[in-house]
């Protein structure tokens, strides 16, 4: 597996709703990320799992809550961002789902603009693929990597991470 398919995957997982069960699977998770090479996106996504450690669950499971479902700003769904009305938006899904389609890859029980399900499918295609889905979805996540610093969040690491890969980065400097 290529460090950036990795990479995506604890992403992914990492802006997932943080249940009972997500917390089960989090050691395993943080497990993954000695797999990582490159140093700083390892440090990086070693520094949140241990924020996940030092936390309450219940006060990091109202932060998700609150920054990601109650909020315009920071939602999990990329198609509500910056559009008119629901025919925009139905548009803009139908654009998502195509990515899906396209590479032979169902989400039965997510929106296909849904951050985690964008990230596992980038995690399972080739570069060229991955780039135009990042290509696409850029904008927005750079969007909400901004909200999540002007808040002070410390879900605006995970999109640093998120947006290196994007950008080609993991293959740099290991």
């Given at each position: 597996m290529r460090d950036s398919q990795l990479i995506l995957l604890i992403t992914s997982f990492l802006l997932r709703y943080p249940d009972a069960e997500w917390y089960k699977?989090?050691?395993t998770w943080k497990a993954d990320v000695d797999k990582v090479q490159h140093r700083q996106l390892k440090q990086a996504l070693l520094e949140f799992f241990d924020y996940i450690e030092a936390v309450d669950?219940?006060?990091?499971?109202?932060?998700?809550?609150?920054?990601?479902?109650?909020?315009q700003n920071t939602t999990m769904y990329l198609s509500t961002y910056e559009l008119q009305g629901t025919g925009?938006?139905?548009?803009?899904?139908?654009?998502?789902?195509?990515?899906?389609?396209?590479?032979?890859?169902?989400?039965?029980?997510?929106?296909?603009d849904y951050i985690p399900a964008l990230l596992e499918l980038c995690a399972v295609l080739d570069d060229a693929k991955s780039e135009e889905i990042f290509n696409y979805c850029r904008p927005k996540l750079e969007y909400i990597r901004e909200r999540l610093i002007e808040a002070k969040i410390t879900y605006a690491f995970l999109f640093d991470i998120i947006l290196a890969v994007a950008?080609?980065?993991?293959?740099?400097a290991k």
């Open positions: 699977e989090l050691p669950v219940k006060t990091f499971e109202d932060q998700y809550v609150r920054t990601f479902d109650f909020s925009e938006q139905a548009e803009e899904l139908v654009k998502y789902k195509a990515f899906y389609l396209e590479n032979d890859y169902d989400i039965p029980t997510e929106m296909p950008n080609g980065l993991e293959e740099g």
